[in-house]
């Protein structure tokens, strides 16, 4: 089992800019695919971002103002946002998808926007 540790959340501010960080307790150079959801209060888990092999896709709430990066020879993840909005208020999660499995799932991180 890979473990997730996901940091840089916290209180921002309206309009600023935050660096989320997902490292795994391995090498995630044999990442498949590297996500980021999150999940606003009282609403299902939705997708941010996900980068697959170099082809990323953004949600279009967040496309344009966000980056979705990893460094391999930190075995981490990035998801860098700009312009933050009250609707980006939510736990934020990493997932990693290994070649051949297995994929895990962080525990989450609290981003809240402040106005």
């Known amino acids: 089992q890979v473990q997730l540790v996901e940091s840089g959340g916290g209180l921002v501010p309206l309009g600023g800019s935050l660096r989320l960080s997902c490292t795994a307790s391995?090498?995630?150079?044999?990442?498949?695919?590297a996500g980021w959801y999150r999940q606003p209060p009282g609403k299902q888990r939705e997708l941010v971002a996900i980068?697959?092999?170099?082809?990323?896709i953004y949600a279009d709430s967040v496309k344009g103002r966000s980056t979705i990066s990893r460094d391999n020879a930190k075995n981490t993840v990035y998801l860098e946002m700009n312009e933050l909005r009250p609707e980006d208020t939510a736990v934020y999660y990493c997932?990693?998808?290994?070649?051949?499995?297995?994929?895990?799932w962080g525990e989450g991180v609290q981003v809240t926007v402040s106005s």
């Open positions: 997932h990693l998808l290994f070649s051949g499995g297995p994929d895990s």
């Open positions: 391995r090498s995630i150079i044999s990442v498949y695919t």
């Open positions: 980068d697959s092999r170099g082809n990323t």
